[in-house]
């Protein structure tokens, strides 16, 4: 059981880190993520219920770690998230020069807002339900058609202004 | 009728109820405007998910999954019986010592009841790693492909410090993929990547060595089992899935071909 739940673990860590850095916009921070939601994982895995999905379950608990990581920090620098709602632009996890760079769409992606990256790959690509993804981003199931949807727009202006700059 | 601009992205989502689903249909096709906003969406869904699908080919650090693979499971009710952490990682360090030669090299037998602890770091638990990971892969399976052979032989070769020769397995089943550079235990090893008909994923490891071993040892670690083998200046092993029968085979046959 022990050694099994390991390798799904294992096979699963492209996905979490995927997730991860939808969450983190970075990829150190996104490693070490899911390194220490694993690790968490695998303390209580006498918790996880075999019925249901273990990706599921995973994607759980790298949400409330990066959570519980976000209110450290913001305790720290005296900041937290800025809610979705009250955001209309792309953010720029970048700084200085690359700030300046041209950014792919996976860049774009992760400049989304917080947690519409997260939210956009847990329903376009892992298959959530809006009412899956209101549980497990702890939001109401209207917010997320509306984060959606937001995100999607947000996306689709800075993919026809990058078509309409190359031509 | 008129509608909430996010009932479109609902309606990609198929989480509208079925009547109002409708109701978004028949106004799709009335509305070549509505109709442009939705295949807008659905572009954003296809460049999107391109953009995901090619996250999951990186690579994933060898050390996160070492990480996840050596942390110690949640025992519920304390049970006091040996981790299974514990018996791989005496299964990687007795293999390391065959793989690296001199005086570990007598410590396996391929009764699985007699393996015994040796010192080291396990860069074979490092191979398994790599292979878990990598086996996965499809359009990034190796770092050069089959058809640049003698440049992976040449370049191994000068790499690794030992000669490394692409053996023909074909009439084992298994076609060459290419070829990937992997740093185990601190040194560097070269893997010969071939696929089976089933698209199963077998590969050969060579390192430098100046003691290599006598005679072929087997060992299982998690979901693989490794063959290894001494050569001319170097140590070989041959690693798959544990449910295949052939490794043995593919092994000897390897032995005899490079």
Same mark, same amino acid.
């Given at each position: 059981?022990?050694?099994?739940?390991?390798?799904?673990?294992?096979?699963?860590?492209?996905r979490?880190?995927?997730?991860?850095?939808s969450?983190?916009?970075?990829?150190?921070?996104?490693?070490?993520?899911?390194?220490?939601?694993?690790?968490?994982?695998?303390?209580?895995?006498?918790?996880?219920?075999?019925?249901q999905?273990?990706?599921?379950? @995973?994607?759980?608990?790298?949400?409330?770690?990066?959570?519980?990581?976000?209110?450290?920090?913001?305790?720290?620098?005296?900041?937290g998230?800025?809610?979705?709602?009250?955001?209309?632009?792309?953010?720029?996890?970048?700084?200085?020069?690359?700030?300046?760079?041209?950014?792919?769409?996976?860049?774009?992606?992760?400049?989304?807002?917080?947690?519409?990256?997260?939210?956009?790959?847990?329903?376009?690509?892992?298959?959530?339900?809006?009412?899956?993804?209101?549980?497990?981003?702890?939001?109401?199931?209207?917010?997320?058609?509306?984060?959606?949807?937001?995100?999607?727009?947000?996306?689709?202006?800075? @993919?026809?202004?990058?078509?309409?700059?190359?031509? | 009728?008129?509608?909430?601009?996010?009932?479109?992205?609902?309606?990609l989502?198929?989480?509208?109820?079925?009547?109002?689903?409708?109701?978004?249909?028949?106004?799709?096709?009335?509305?070549?405007?509505?109709?442009?906003?939705?295949?807008?969406?659905?572009?954003?869904?296809?460049?999107?998910?391109?953009?995901?699908?090619?996250?999951?080919?990186e690579?994933?650090? =060898?050390?996160?999954?070492?990480?996840?693979?050596?942390?110690?499971? &949640?025992?519920?009710g304390?049970?006091?019986?040996?981790?299974?952490?514990?018996?791989?990682?005496?299964?990687?360090?007795?293999a390391?010592? +065959?793989?690296?030669?001199?005086?570990?090299?007598h410590?396996? #037998? #391929?009764?699985?009841?007699?393996?015994?602890?040796a010192a080291?770091? &396990?860069?074979?638990?490092?191979?398994?790693?790599?292979?878990?990971?990598?086996?996965?892969?499809?359009?990034?399976? !190796?770092?050069?492909?089959?058809?640049?052979?003698?440049?992976?032989?040449?370049?191994?070769?000068? #790499?690794?410090?030992?000669?490394?020769?692409?053996?023909?397995?074909?009439? +084992?089943?298994?076609?060459f993929?290419? =070829?990937?550079?992997? !740093?185990?235990?601190?040194?560097?090893?070269?893997?010969?990547?071939?696929?089976?008909?089933?698209?199963?994923?077998?590969?050969?490891?060579?390192?430098?060595?100046?003691?290599?071993?006598?005679?072929?040892?087997r060992?299982?670690?998690?979901?693989?089992?490794?063959?290894?083998?001494?050569?001319?200046?170097?140590?070989?092993?041959?690693?798959?899935?544990?449910?295949?029968?052939?490794?043995?085979?593919?092994?000897?046959?390897?032995?005899q071909?490079?």
């Open positions: 059981m022990a050694a099994d739940f390991k390798n799904d673990l294992i096979a699963m860590l492209p979490l880190r995927r997730f991860a850095r969450l983190t916009r970075s990829v150190t921070d996104a490693d070490d993520l899911v390194q220490e939601s694993c690790l968490r994982a695998l303390s209580r895995s006498d918790q996880w219920d075999p019925a999905p273990l990706d599921r379950w @995973m994607f759980r608990i790298v949400r409330n770690t990066w959570i519980s990581e976000v209110r450290k920090r913001s305790v720290r620098i005296g900041q998230l800025v809610p979705a709602d009250e955001t209309h632009e792309l953010t720029s996890s970048e700084t200085g020069e690359d700030a300046a760079l041209e950014k792919d769409l996976l860049q774009q992606i992760m400049d989304l807002p917080e947690e519409l990256s997260a939210l956009l790959l847990a329903v376009s690509v892992e298959g959530y339900s809006y009412a899956e993804a209101a549980a497990l981003f702890d939001i109401p199931l209207g917010t997320v058609m509306s984060r959606i949807h937001r995100a999607r727009k947000l996306l689709s202006l800075r @993919m026809s202004e990058t078509t309409g700059a190359d031509t | 009728m008129s509608w909430q601009p996010e009932e479109l992205s609902a309606y989502d198929g989480e509208l109820p079925p009547e109002r689903a409708r109701e978004i249909e028949s106004a799709l096709e009335r509305n070549p405007e509505l109709q442009a906003e939705l295949e807008s969406l659905m572009a954003v869904d296809a460049a999107a998910g391109r953009a995901f699908a090619a996250m999951l080919e690579p994933v650090p =060898a050390s996160l999954a070492a990480t996840v693979r050596n942390a110690a499971p &949640g025992r519920p304390n049970d006091p019986g040996p981790p299974v952490v514990r018996r791989w990682i005496a299964a990687a360090c007795t390391l010592a +065959l793989l690296a030669g001199g005086v570990g090299g410590l396996l #037998t #391929t009764d699985k009841g007699a393996l015994q602890v080291g770091s &396990g860069w074979l638990e490092d191979i398994a790693d790599y292979h878990r990971v990598y086996s996965t892969q499809v359009r990034h399976l !190796v770092e050069v492909p089959a058809d640049e052979a003698e440049h992976i032989q040449t370049w191994l070769t000068a #790499t690794v410090g030992a000669e490394i020769v692409i053996p023909d397995l074909a009439d +084992l089943g298994l076609s993929e290419g =070829a990937r550079l992997l !740093v185990a235990a601190g040194e560097p090893v070269a893997q010969l990547v071939f696929t089976d008909a089933q698209g199963r994923v077998v590969a050969l490891c060579a390192i430098q060595s100046d003691a290599p071993r006598d005679g072929f040892g060992q299982q670690i998690d979901d693989f089992e490794l063959v290894s083998w001494g050569g001319d200046a170097a140590n070989f092993v041959v690693v798959g899935d544990a449910g295949r029968q052939d490794l043995q085979k593919i092994a000897e046959a390897a032995a071909r490079t």
